[in-house]
């Protein structure tokens, strides 16, 4: 009878331990997925390396950073739009990047990038902004200047 109850507290003890190692497993699995998304939220999409002169612009829901861009007249540049935003926002969350006096119109879906390359010819001040989400134009917080500087 003592064998019996040995085997069985030794049964017991297996379970326990095997209890607790499902449970450090799935633990571990949670915090894993918890860190990727959350990298993924802080950080934003993985965007690539582009050639020349190239300036990303991050759309949020809270607006656009930079909210200033300089450039010079009669250089090439290229504008990238990154949405930061995630697409399990309401509505999915597309921004646009508007520059009305360049016939600029860049809308970039949830977590992903859209580009417009041109060279402005006149020195100024432009306005840009996000007409799509988040109160539209005249959110203070959608918008922004593109200041084209003389050579």
């Known amino acids: ?26 633990v571990v699995i949670t915090l894993s997925a ?9 950080w934003g999409p993985s965007v690539p390396v ?7 612009v991050r759309g949020y ?9 300089r450039v ?28 009305d006096d360049f016939g600029i119109n860049l809308l970039a879906p949830a977590r992903q ?3 417009v390359t041109f060279t402005p010819t006149e020195p100024g001040v432009y306005e840009f902004y996000c007409d799509v989400c988040c109160g539209g134009r005249i959110n203070p917080s959608m918008q922004g200047r593109l200041i084209v500087e003389a050579y």
């Open 72 to 99: 010079r007249a009669g250089e090439e540049v290229t504008l990238r739009l990154i949405n930061m935003d995630s697409p399990l926002h309401e509505g999915g969350i597309e921004h646009q990047l508007a520059i």
């Open 1 to 26: 009878m003592g064998n019996t109850k040995h085997r069985q507290f030794r049964r017991a003890r297996q379970r326990k331990q095997l209890r607790g190692i499902i449970f450090v497993a799935i």
């Open 61 to 69: 829901m809270a607006g656009f950073d930079p909210k200033t861009i």
């Open 50 to 56: 582009m050639a020349g002169n190239v300036i990303d």
């Open 113 to 115: 990038t859209a580009s």
């Open 34 to 42: 918890a860190g990727l998304l959350l990298k993924q939220g802080l």
